[in-house]
């Protein structure tokens, strides 16, 4: 036990020295870019004045957090007070919104179409990698691979618009855009999930070619089980349990990685704001958003580690879970040596 809570204190302090590096080198990096909201704002509507653009409330909001010539060292301290304390303060494209509010009003969104696109590719990914695996360098494994692989290299966005085309703009059945009901989740998810498809499809078929050379399903094929009953009870059953490693990260990267998607299918989900953000300068939203996207990746592969660590005692071993009773071990172990 005591092990355990060493390893997770271990990850967790790993964990917020890497959110403080990612908030100083986006904020760094934000600063150090050309232009500011005000200008983008006052060069896209044509004006001459920053007051006529609009954003006047944006540098009384700025004031308001900040305070009148606050160097920048201090801006950082007092985002990242914000950050701790969950405020990050008014969004400059968004003043009536606060930077948390549009994180907890489009995080959901992202977070349905990841989950949805995960759960798809799973389905087809599973089935298509132990077809792969069952017939090893037969044409059928070859044309498999040959799919995978396209559907791996071919970009997100271009797979989405390959759809419009297909199912929009020739065969007028799907919405090309908004978030009104399911009809319009139907292609942002397929083009989200053709790539991890294809990336689980190939994770799925090696691993599972690795666990039919295993003793014990070979010992179950000599007992005379079923050919069924030895690959689903014995060798996929323990093919999936690395999958956990693979899937985890993918589902993170996918509920921050959806801005194209999102843009393209104008979807309100986080990806889109973040894109907005990006476009316009919009510093607290990028900052805030940027930062919880590091939190969600950072937790999910801790996460991740934990799980594997539970199914697999190896993982406990390598990763100093069990180190007091390996120390024991070797303790009682010592004396025989000795002899």
Request: proline fraction near 6%; hydrophobic fraction near 50%.
């Amino acid at each position: 036990m005591f092990g355990f809570v060493a390893y997770l204190g271990r990850r967790v302090l790993r964990l917020v020295a890497s959110l403080v590096a990612v908030s100083l080198i986006t904020f760094v990096l934000l600063q150090l870019a050309p232009g500011n909201f005000a200008d983008i704002q006052r060069i896209s509507s044509g004006a001459s004045t920053i007051g006529s653009a609009g954003t006047e409330d944006v540098a009384n909001a700025f004031k308001a957090r900040y305070g009148a010539d606050v160097p920048v060292w201090k801006q950082y301290l007092i985002f990242m007070k914000g950050a701790v304390t969950w405020d990050f303060g008014p969004s400059y494209k968004y003043p009536t919104l606060d930077v948390q509010e549009i994180i907890a009003k489009a995080f959901p969104v992202s977070a349905t179409l990841a989950l949805l696109s995960v759960l798809l590719a799973l389905l087809i990914a599973v089935p298509v990698g132990v077809f792969a695996a069952l017939r090893q360098n037969s044409p059928a494994d070859h044309g498999t691979m040959f799919l995978v692989t396209l559907g791996h290299a071919l970009p997100g966005f271009l797979s989405a618009a390959f759809l419009v085309l297909l199912f929009t703009a020739t065969l007028h059945v799907l919405p090309s855009s908004g978030f009104s009901g399911p009809r319009n989740l139907i292609m942002p998810v397929l083009a989200l999930a053709i790539g991890p498809a294809a990336v689980l499809a190939r994770y799925v078929r090696s691993s599972m070619l690795e666990t039919l050379r295993e003793e014990y399903v070979t010992a179950a094929y000599a007992k005379g089980g079923p050919r069924r009953t030895v690959i689903v009870r014995h060798a996929l059953r323990n093919s999936l349990i690395p999958l956990v490693t693979v899937v985890g990260p993918l589902l993170a990267g996918l509920m921050t990685g959806t801005v194209f998607i999102e843009a393209l299918f104008r979807i309100p989900g986080l990806g889109l704001y973040f894109a907005t953000a990006a476009a316009s300068r919009d510093m607290p939203l990028l900052m805030g958003s940027t930062l919880f996207f590091a939190v969600i990746l950072m937790v999910t592969n801790l996460l991740v580690d934990l799980v594997y660590g539970v199914l697999d005692p190896r993982i406990r071993a390598e990763g100093g879970w069990g180190r007091s009773r390996s120390r024991k071990a070797s303790q009682r172990i010592s004396p025989q040596e000795a002899l």
